[in-house]
Antibody
Framework: QLQLQESGPGLVKPSETLSLRCTIS??????????WGWVRQPPGKGLQWIGT???????YYHPSLESRVSISADTSKTQFSLRLISVTAADTAVYYC?????????????WGQGTLVTVSS | SYELTQPPSVSVSPGQTASITCSGN??????VSWYQQKPGQSPVLVIY???RRPSGIPERFSGSNSGNTATLTISGTQALDEADYYC?????????FGGGTKVTVL
């Protein structure tokens, strides 16, 4: 059974960099059938897609975050990371890592449990 | 950028049918997915490719998509169906979510 687990600091200072890692159990980033990505949810608000990575290394990002975000996969293909620079309070959210089905318009069939990241001094 | 619009809230009586709409330009030309999210939990996929149910999702959840509107229908709504529901599609290499609809079972 696939499991996704987010890890990283729960508190980040304004203007600094948010870094999170997602560990994949039961699969790897080696298949053309899936994208792997990040979705966030500010407190009390809706879901916002951040970006995805494909097994080829291709990445796609939300237009409003593209200048600040990067997603990368490690060589083992069982972890991928999110990096968001120059954070502000508006980046406070629960961050989920996700697996997206390519044939289903990137429908998310598996989600991590989510990790709350607070941006505050 | 592409946008999906959902009503903020829908109310339904137990046992009745709830319909949640999701609107977007020529949405019927794209696949739509739907997610259920309860407080404090990760979202759960309930419909993908417009009308397909993942394993374990009850038959009372169904979907349709035509023209500019996709619809999630919950037949025989139960109290445990009270949750936020989000639609989602893929456009120009970006994942797009609707703003979400809170379904209240009165």
């Amino acid at each position: 059974q696939l499991q996704l687990q987010e890890s990283g600091p729960g508190l980040v200072k304004p203007s600094e960099t948010l870094s999170l890692r997602c560990t994949i159990s039961g699969d790897s980033i080696n298949s053309s059938s899936y994208y792997w990505g990040w979705v966030r949810q500010p407190p009390g608000k809706g879901l916002q897609w951040i970006g995805t990575i494909f097994y080829t290394g291709s990445t796609y990002y939300h237009p409003s975050l593209e200048s600040r975000v990067s997603i990368s996969a490690d060589t083992s293909k069982t972890q991928f990371s999110l990096r968001l620079i120059s954070v502000t309070a508006a980046d406070t959210a629960v961050y989920y890592c996700s697996r997206h089905m390519v044939i289903a318009a990137a429908a998310v069939d598996f989600w991590g449990q989510g990790t709350l990241v607070t941006v505050s001094s | 950028s592409y946008e999906l619009t959902q009503p903020p809230s829908v109310s339904v009586s137990p046992g009745q049918t709830a319909s949640i709409t999701c609107s977007g330009n020529r949405l019927g030309d794209k696949y739509v997915s739907w997610y259920q999210q309860k407080p404090g939990q990760s979202p759960v996929l309930v419909i993908y490719q417009d009308n397909r149910r993942p394993s374990g999702i009850p038959e009372r959840f169904s979907g349709s998509n035509s023209g500019n509107t996709a619809t999630l229908t919950i037949s025989g709504t139960q109290a445990l169906d009270e949750a936020d529901y989000y639609c989602q599609t893929w456009d120009s290499r970006t994942v797009v979510f609707g703003g979400g609809t809170k379904v209240t079972v009165l």
